[in-house]
């Protein structure tokens, strides 16, 4: 599939915990290749680098034209995060696994991200998710979504700071199997405008096979 159907893609490094980077750095030419030049291409590193690490293979990320570095160092790693989004071209984001106000507060006292992210599921609902993302737009912040879309979409639709969601398919898969008012993804956009609260409706004749007694 070509980039024009494709606004942004993002790949998981770094599964060796930063031992394999020459296959990193491969895996990403080969998915610049397959998606073109026009999308945007994203790289998460899921913490696995030390702080020089994340410095080269950012430099190397730039080249190809990688704009979202995510977790290049540990989200632990406040100063890290910092030091290598001061180093690096790309943004430098965070914040997936924060699970309460405070910690995203540390993260962005720190100046240690581009774009917040930010999980419901994880920072203590949709309540606290508002609260982070006004706590974000308050210091010049945007914010994206992780995991969960459906979850997410509502509420996130309601942010003036929103950057984008994250569109995963194994989360999305039961929701389209056995719900009404599943979202489609088509182009890059969605658009939660029918029903209440998360909009899904479950079609629970086509649910049964599943029950369990």
Known sequence: MHGQHIPRVKLKIGESWGRSVRRDLARVRSARQVIGAQAELYVDANGAYTRKQAVRVGGELAELG?????????????????LVRDALVCDVTAGEYGYDLPYFARMIAAGAVDCLQIDATRCGGLTEFLRAAALAQAHGLE????????????????????????????????????????????????????????????????????RVA
């Open 66 to 82: 990688v704009s979202w570095f995510e977790e290049p160092v540990s989200s632990d790693d406040l100063t890290g995060l910092r």
């Open 143 to 210: 914010v994206s979504t992780h995991c969960a879309p459906h979850a997410h979409a509502a509420a996130a639709a309601s942010l003036p700071n929103l950057r984008h969601m994250e569109w995963f398919h194994d989360h999305v898969r039961i929701e389209d199997m056995l719900f009404d008012g599943a979202l489609d993804p088509t182009g890059g956009t969605i658009h939660p405008t029918t029903g209440l609260g998360h909009g899904l409706t479950l079609r629970a004749e086509e649910a049964l096979e599943f």
